[in-house]
């Protein structure tokens, strides 16, 4: 019997899980991914005492031009499952914004080997949106929320969008989607005083939150590290007030460490790629929306598969290609040490 082709890398690692960013745009503008407004400006102006070197990231968004169509993405998720890949998340940019997004995850739910579906938003178009996603086949969904604060959650994200995610959230629970994670960057000075409303919130609601370290994909090259709050001292103060118990590990290549509540509901997670970095066990791809296919969200080349795509590639090369690609998947990151690079697009480019 002859083996199914794979998609392993040089270390080892093999690769199931792809992020397909399907637009660059966005609605928002969080001040730790796009900080463009004059409220996270004035916030990192405070904090600078030592200029980082780097320029800020020059972004345009991408002509449409530029943006791989349905017909391409789909194809792509096709051949990546034949290699394997079991997981896909949508995400961008805002995913909401792409016009008739439930036609793509139509076509990716029906896509047989396909074990997880799911979809990273900031929620704002969602109430519009979710009963065609559903219909579509979409089950799993994950919100992007860092504050539980009207005025806090504006000077974050740049919109007073706080009532619309919450109204968000309340809707993908109706409409049946599991598990509904919502998903907080935790950055010290700005919404560390939140962690413990937000992981009432959790348990109120019966959610899994997800707290994530901020890390350097900004587009203002703004991070820096006393700006991170370590996962372990978010764990901390949550202790303080609750009884957790770890949940157990159902994937080696889980990021986040999961921990419920003596009551049993709601669930936390730390996700905490800058102070425990997981790197060894990470099996993701990821597909940034004009069709370049990136080994780690810190990788500092991105390899062109729209002009293979374009250019009359068979499966056959297509396959090929992808299988050399992830050969280059870096073991690691190198975020904090001397040779660290900045990835030349920020995060709402790649694809979180
Ligand atoms: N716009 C959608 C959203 O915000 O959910 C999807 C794309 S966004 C880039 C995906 C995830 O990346 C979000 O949960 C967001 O909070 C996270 N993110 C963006 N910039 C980040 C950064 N610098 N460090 C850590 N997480 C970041
Ligand atoms: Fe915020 Fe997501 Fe938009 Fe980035 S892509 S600015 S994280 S909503």
Known sequence: MTKAPSLIDSHGRVLRDLRVSITDRCNFRCLYCLPETEAAQNFYRGRWANLPDSQPIAWKWQPKSKILSFEEIERVVRLAVSLGIQKVRLTGGEPLLRQNLEELVARIARIP???????????????????????????????????????????????DGLEAVLQSIGLARELGMHPVKVNAV?????????????????RE?????????????????????EL???????????QARHTLRPAPRTNPS?????????????????????????????????????????????SVVEHDLRTRLRDGATDADLIAYLQ????????????GEPDFVSPERSMSCIGG
Request: overall charge positive; hydrophobic content about 40%.
């Open 113 to 159: 080997g396909i074990t997880d579906l799911a979809l990273t938003t900031n929620g704002f178009l969602f109430p519009q949106k979710g009963p065609a996603l559903r219909d579509a086949g979409l089950r799993r969904i994950s919100f992007s929320m860092d504050s539980l604060d009207r005025a806090n959650f504006q000077k974050i994200t740049g919109r």
């Open 228 to 238: 991170v709050m370590p996962g372990r001292e978010i764990l901390q103060r949550l």
């Open 205 to 225: 609601q019966d959610l899994a939150m997800r707290f994530i370290e901020f890390m350097p994909l900004d587009s203002a090259r703004a991070w820096l590290k």
């Open 186 to 202: 935790i950055i010290r000075g700005i919404n560390d005083h939140e962690i413990e409303a937000l992981a009432e919130f959790a």
């Open 324 to 335: 050399s690609v992830v050969l280059q998947k870096e073991d690691r990151h190198h975020i």
């Open 254 to 298: 889980e990021t986040a460490q999961r921990w419920s509540f003596a009551d049993g509901r709601g669930e936390l997670g730390l996700i905490s790629p800058v102070s425990e970095p997981f790197c060894g066990h990470c099996n993701r791809l990821r597909l940034t929306a004009d069709g370049k296919i990136r080994t780690c969200l810190f």
